[in-house]
């Protein structure tokens, strides 16, 4: 009896020790038709990416993806009808190519990730960056 009583107490502080560990891990993400951005990268860092897209570009949601045709009330992220997506996804690439070929500096795509060069070091918070020559017009 005096045995079996220290088995549940280690199986029980073992189940603690593991489920602690499994609630520190970040959650990754399962995530379709990712192309640019690393497949599995945590929902925690996509959001924080596209929330930076948000603010940057001065848009929604609905300016690259498309909403499911099933409900009308949900996105369809994987779907690629919208040019804009895939405009965003050679964006992407220009900018990680600018960081890395100017500032020697591989994209991570973290939430905390500082870069040299983003999306609103040109666009400034609109969708279209501004030329030159409209602004002295």
Same mark, same amino acid.
């Given at each position: 009896m005096y045995v079996s009583k220290k088995i549940i107490v280690a199986a029980?502080? %073992? %189940?603690f020790v593991f489920l602690g560990i499994a609630a520190v891990k970040p959650?990754?993400?399962d995530h379709e038709? &990712?192309?640019?951005? +690393? @497949? *599995? $990268?945590?929902?925690? %860092? &996509? *959001?924080s990416i596209m929330e930076n897209y948000?603010?940057?570009?001065? $848009? *929604?949601?609905?300016?690259?993806h498309a909403k499911s045709k099933k409900d009308p009330n949900q996105w369809d992220y994987p779907n690629d009808? @919208? +040019?804009?997506?895939? $405009?965003a996804r050679k964006m992407m690439k220009m900018v990680e190519k600018i960081n890395l070929d100017f500032f020697e500096y591989k994209m991570i795509y973290t939430s905390d990730e500082l870069l040299a060069v983003t999306c609103n070091t040109? !666009? !400034?918070g609109a969708p279209r960056p501004e030329l %030159? *020559?409209?602004k002295n017009e």
């Open positions: 029980g502080l %073992a %189940a959650v990754k993400g038709n &990712l192309k640019v951005l +690393p @497949k *599995d $990268i945590s929902n925690e %860092a &996509l *959001d948000k603010k940057a570009l001065g $848009i *929604d949601c609905n300016f690259c009808e @919208k +040019p804009e997506k895939e $405009i040109c !666009h !400034h %030159a *020559d409209e």
